[in-house]
C-alpha cells in the first residue's frame, strides 16, 4: 500500500517557458535534468519562478484544499490543481501497429493525462489553482523537445510518434514483455510504476525525482552507459529482447 501511494503522487508536468518570457523565468531548476534527490531542487520545482504567484512547489500541480472553482480541476484526480487538455489525441494503437496485443484507452487517461496538460504544449503553464493565466506555454518558444508532440492540426495532436502510453501492461498477452515483477531501477517492480495496471508517463519517468537517475531526463532506468547503466537498459527492462 506504501508503494501504491507513493506511485500516486509522483505526478506533476515538466513546465518550461516561453523564450519570449525568459527574463522573467529565468533559468532556473525547469531546465535541469533530474539528480534523483526528490523535488526540491529538481525539474519541477518551480518555487522561483515570477510566474508561481504563490512561491510553492507543490501547488503549481496539486492543491490540498479546492476553492469551490467552477472549473473543478481536482475532479481529474490527484487533487490536481491545473487545466487540462481538451485537444484530440491520435494515439498509438493497434489501428497504427500489429505489435500491440493489450488493451490501449481511446484518449489519454490517469497520470497520462495530467502530465499532457503541460507536455502537449496546448495548455498554459500559468495557469493553475485561482490562476487564470495563460500567458507562458511550452514550446514551441522555448524548446518543442519538451513537447509530447509537435505534430498539430488545429486541437488534434498525433502521438503516434511516441511511446503508447494508457495501456494496460499484460505480460501473458503480450509475451514479449517482461514479468511485471521484474525490478525497475530503484523504484520496486514494474508492477510498482503502473497507474492501474496501465504504463502511463510516469512508468518510465520519476516526475518526483526520488529514484530517478541523475543526469537523465527523470528517467528510472538508465538508457545509456554514458548515465552509467546498459544501452537501451529502460526498454530493455519491459520488452524481451534476450534473442537480440
Known amino acids: 500500500m506504501r508503494r501504491f501511494c507513493?506511485?500516486?503522487t509522483r505526478v506533476s508536468a515538466t513546465l518550461v517557458v516561453g523564450a519570449g518570457l525568459v527574463m522573467l523565468a529565468g533559468s532556473g531548476p525547469a531546465m535541469a535534468v533530474g539528480q534523483g534527490d526528490g523535488i526540491v531542487g529538481s525539474p519541477h520545482d518551480f518555487k522561483a519562478e515570477i510566474w508561481n504567484?504563490?512561491?510553492e512547489i507543490c501547488r503549481v500541480c496539486h492543491v490540498p484544499h479546492d476553492h469551490a472553482l467552477a472549473t473543478q480541476y481536482y475532479l481529474n484526480?490527484?487533487?490536481w490543481n491545473r487545466g487540462v487538455s481538451a485537444a484530440t489525441y491520435t494515439?498509438?494503437?493497434?489501428?497504427?501497429?500489429?505489435?500491440?496485443?493489450?488493451?490501449?484507452s481511446p484518449q489519454p487517461d490517469g497520470i497520462s493525462k495530467l502530465c499532457l496538460?503541460?507536455?502537449d504544449g496546448t495548455v498554459a503553464i500559468d495557469q493553475f489553482d485561482t490562476q487564470v493565466g495563460g500567458n507562458i506555454f511550452m514550446g514551441p518558444?522555448?524548446?518543442d523537445n519538451r513537447v509530447i508532440s509537435i505534430f498539430r492540426d488545429g486541437s488534434n495532436i498525433d502521438l503516434r510518434g511516441t511511446h503508447p502510453l494508457s495501456i494496460v501492461y499484460d505480460d501473458t498477452v503480450d509475451t514479449g514483455l517482461?514479468?511485471?515483477t521484474t525490478t525497475m531501477g530503484t523504484s520496486g517492480s514494474i508492477a510498482d510504476v503502473l497507474d492501474f495496471q496501465k504504463v502511463q508517463c510516469s512508468s518510465c519517468h520519476d516526475v518526483h525525482d526520488e529514484e530517478s537517475v541523475p543526469g537523465t531526463?527523470?528517467?528510472r532506468v538508465a538508457n545509456t552507459a554514458a548515465a552509467g547503466g546498459e544501452a537501451s537498459g529502460l526498454c530493455l527492462t519491459c520488452h524481451n529482447k534476450d534473442n537480440r
Open 6 to 8: 507513493s506511485i500516486l
Open 53 to 55: 504567484f504563490r512561491g
Open 77 to 79: 484526480g490527484l487533487l
Open 91 to 104: 494515439m498509438y494503437n493497434n489501428a497504427w501497429s500489429s505489435s500491440i496485443d493489450n488493451v490501449q
Open 117 to 119: 496538460s503541460c507536455h
Open 141 to 143: 518558444e522555448y524548446g
Open 178 to 180: 517482461r514479468p511485471d
Open 217 to 219: 531526463n527523470l528517467l
